[in-house]
């Protein structure tokens, strides 16, 4: 009877469409040829482990054999309506953003373009070089095997793509997920997404582990919290639009102030001709040309940005509607392009917060985090929000040669409605205090200070304009055979001669990458005059600007709210240095990685060393036992110098990875820092006035966790890590990158809840607690030169739990 009644439907369904199993109703799959009750547990199957992928998947429900499989077959299809694909290509790609957050050099702006490629995925065969180069760990190389590729013919199915010659499989594995194949191209359909992100504690500034701990800011409960809601809408393939609105942390604005708010509206792959249109952008939009040593506009700074690996650079224009408020870009943005030729201009109108003399010229802008007028003290404000009005335009033009073979021409000019004339020892250092800067031992780049740019000038194109900064630059890419050649020169203009650059300072960034299947090799150099002050310039470097300068001690200035112009700082420090990383493959167990860098400080010839090596050992599939190990240090020009460091830091991770993407990880991480002995800041007890010659030995940090990752279904997760330590550690904890400090024992924990909420809905939270050991101080009186013994007195100070908490929640169709 059970055969006939299968013969029954496979008649019926001559010339019918398969049924859509990811998508049927309870009816529709009881139609199929099973029992009531394997009917019901298909169902609730595919709307809580779905959406199903491949038909033996079905083999985990109770009662479905091979034998039932095969009957499915050809009566059900496993593809997702076109009106699901977006949402759940969205959704699922949060696994990747997680891997993604937990490396060195990922940031914020570089995961929202990934999100959006992932979620509207291109056609591999119409690829161009930006757009494969935009993927992380896809090297020149690899994009240049893709693009000859393409040549031989259509790339019909991802093994098409692998069998590229001279593609390597780590730059395959890492761009197959981004692109559709032969003829098929993503839905045309209307779609939109919505993301909020609600958090209490500082997006970084930076992404590196020596950077400022983020506990600076007051627990959960005694301030707004930052806030970043976006819609974007995409009707077709020529047109997209998004607003967002982004209440930074600490700011006391109602919930729509105007200056929070970013629109962007952007036509796409327009045909002119010849000529395609690829991005006409109106509204907020960001900039990157070349390397970055010309311009990026990004609030944010990531150190030893190479383009390669994670640190990844997308060249372009693109629409903006991410944090960036300092060098968000608004106005008009155009990149279009014909045969080997590509070009692309923008013209921008936006204040800027800037700290203002008493001549009402202004001595510099300055990025502020959370963004209010700072303090002097006093109870009163200082006016620095939007005081600059900046009008900034530019192009940049590329020429393919052959693939693997580009040059590129780049420049920009931005003018501002009051004169530039940096009066530091005035304005941003307190009165009692200017006698310290250039002076103070402490503080040796100060002359990176003196060598800010100034400038009194006017422009035909603006009559308000008092001042002007150009910069142009010229960039190269060369990829021979399994070898990339890259650079790229810049220019400050500072004299205003478009023809003489003699005595313009200059910035320049050179790199070599060799690549094999299981090694590459990467050689950087970089050399940036003191005076090549680029507010745009995000190449590579250690160290941001204003480093070891009196901006760092905020004791020293006006407002302490002024170290922004430190801890704010996106732009590169003046250095002058070789950077060499390798990766390598020796054995199918071992991966190993290395880093070495050694540089120059300009501001004040300080030598800096940094190596760093990785070894990740499996020895079975599902295990993972990684140690990091890294040493960096200041030279000393004597015994003396104050300001030389020895670092050691060894972090230890062993991962048991089970089923279901479940995995449970323990971490030791253990450091050292030692620093010159001081030896006025230790005196002997016993008579007060005698000098100890031990000094501040140095400063250690300990700390040990345990990380758990449990998914009960595709569509609910729960992450948790508990983490004990003492001193200064630097963490990855789910999405967000988090530096904090201890001068005691510490307990940190925190959870992540992630759940999908049907097929359009995703809810992210995290809450973080804190809380340690409290603090007692012991103070030494002097000896009364008597027979009495003199103790100490204590004090003891409690530690306040801090907590914070992150929700974030995507809507998409």
């Known amino acids: 009877m059970r055969k006939f009644l299968i013969l029954v439907f496979l008649v019926a369904a001559v010339g019918a469409q398969p ?436 400038s009194r000038a006017e422009s035909p194109i603006w009559d308000e304009a008092r001042a002007l900064r150009r910069v142009l630059g010229f960039d190269f890419t060369a990829v021979i055979k399994n070898l990339a050649l890259q650079g790229e020169y810049g220019i400050l203009d500072k004299n205003g001669v478009i023809n003489d650059f003699s005595n313009d300072p200059t910035a320049l960034f050179l790199s070599g990458y060799l690549q094999f299947n299981s090694l590459s090799f990467l050689v950087v150099y970089r050399d940036y005059d003191l005076e090549f002050d680029n507010p745009y310039q995000r190449s590579f470097s250690n160290y941001q600007r204003y480093k070891g300068t009196i901006f760092e001690d905020d004791f020293y200035l006006v407002s302490s709210d002024f170290a922004q112009l430190y801890n704010g700082a996106a732009q590169p420090q003046a250095e002058r240095g070789i950077y060499v990383n390798t990766r390598y493959q020796f054995h199918r167990q071992f991966v190993f990685v290395a880093d070495f860098d050694t540089w120059t400080r300009v501001a004040d010839n300080a030598r800096y060393y940094r190596t760093v090596a990785r070894l990740q050992y499996r020895p079975a599939f599902n295990y993972r036992f990684h140690i990091r190990q890294k040493w960096q240090m200041r030279a000393s020009y004597n015994q003396y110098d104050p300001s030389s460091f020895y670092s050691r830091e060894t972090i230890l991770r062993a991962q048991l990875r089970l089923s279901r993407y479940n995995n449970v990880t323990l971490t030791y991480t253990r450091s050292f820092v030692d620093f010159t002995s001081r030896r006025r800041l230790i005196y002997n007890p016993d008579t007060g006035r005698n000098p100890n010659w031990v000094g501040s030995a140095g400063s250690p940090s300990e700390g040990v966790g345990v990380t758990v990752t449990h998914n009960f279904n595709d569509r609910l997760k729960i992450i948790g890590q508990a983490l004990v330590y003492n001193g200064f550690i630097w963490n990855f904890e789910d999405t967000d990158f988090r530096v904090f400090e201890s001068t005691t024992d510490a307990l940190r924990w925190w959870v992540t809840v992630f759940s999908r909420l049907g097929n359009n809905w995703a809810v992210r939270v995290k809450w973080t607690t804190e809380s340690g050991v409290p603090i007692t101080n012991y103070a030494y009186p002097p000896a009364d030169g008597g027979a009495n013994v003199r103790y100490p007195d204590t004090s003891t100070i409690a530690r306040m739990e801090n907590s914070d908490i992150r929700v974030q929640v995507d809507y998409a169709f």
């Open 19 to 454: 049924l859509l199993l990811n998508s049927a109703t309870p009816e529709e799959i009881a139609s199929l040829p099973l029992t009531k009750e394997q009917a019901d547990d298909l169902y609730l199957f595919v709307k809580f482990q779905g959406p199903v992928t491949s038909i033996y998947d079905l083999g985990r429900i109770p009662g479905f054999d091979s034998a039932t499989l095969e009957e499915l077959k050809p009566l059900v299809s496993l593809e997702l309506e076109k009106k699901k694909v977006f949402a759940s290509r969205l959704q699922d790609s949060y696994r990747k953003v997680e891997n993604w957050t937990a490396e060195e050099g990922a940031n914020e702006g570089l995961i929202e373009l990934w999100l959006d490629r992932l979620a509207e995925p291109i056609n591999v065969n119409n690829a161009t070089y930006d757009d494969l180069m935009a993927l992380q760990n896809v090297s020149p190389v690899d994009a240049v095997a893709v693009l000859k590729r393409q040549q031989e013919g259509s790339i019909d199915y991802p093994r098409a793509l692998r069998g590229a010659i001279g593609l390597s499989y780590w730059g395959y594995r890492n761009m197959v997920d981004f692109f559709t194949y032969g003829e098929e191209y993503p839905a045309q359909d209307f779609h939109f997404w919505y993301n909020t992100t609600f958090k209490t504690f500082p997006s970084n500034q930076s992404s590196e582990e020596g950077g400022r701990s983020n506990q600076w800011l007051k627990p959960v409960r005694s301030h707004p919290g930052d806030i970043l809601q976006k819609l974007v809408v995409t009707p077709g393939q020529h047109f997209k639009a998004g607003i967002s609105y982004n209440r930074q942390m600490g700011q006391q604005h109602y919930p729509l102030a105007l200056d929070n708010l970013k629109y962007a509206f952007t036509f796409r792959d327009l045909g002119l001709g010849p000529v395609v249109l690829n991005q006409l952008i109106l509204g907020n939009y960001s900039v990157t040309m070349g390397h970055g040593v010309v311009m990026e506009s990004t609030d944010f700074f990531s150190p030893r940005r190479s383009g390669y690996g994670w640190s990844r650079r997308v060249v372009g224009v693109f629409p903006d509607l991410s944090r960036n408020h300092q060098t968000a870009l608004q106005g008009v943005a155009a990149q279009a392009s014909c045969g080997p030729v590509l070009a692309m201009g923008f013209f921008s109108r936006a204040p800027r917060d800037a700290i203002v003399n008493a001549d009402s010229s202004f001595s510099t802008l300055i990025t502020l985090y959370p963004r209010i007028n700072p303090s002097n003290g006093v109870n009163n404000s200082i006016d620095v929000l939007d005081q600059v009005n900046e009008t900034t335009f530019g192009a940049n033009l590329r020429l393919h040669l052959k693939p693997g073979l580009m040059l590129g021409f780049s420049t920009y000019e931005s003018l501002y409605d009051r004169e530039l004339d940096p009066q530091i020892q005035k304005s941003v250092i307190a009165t009692a205090n200017e006698g310290l800067f250039l002076t103070s031992i402490g503080n040796t780049a100060d002359t990176e200070i003196a060598a800010m740019y100034a």
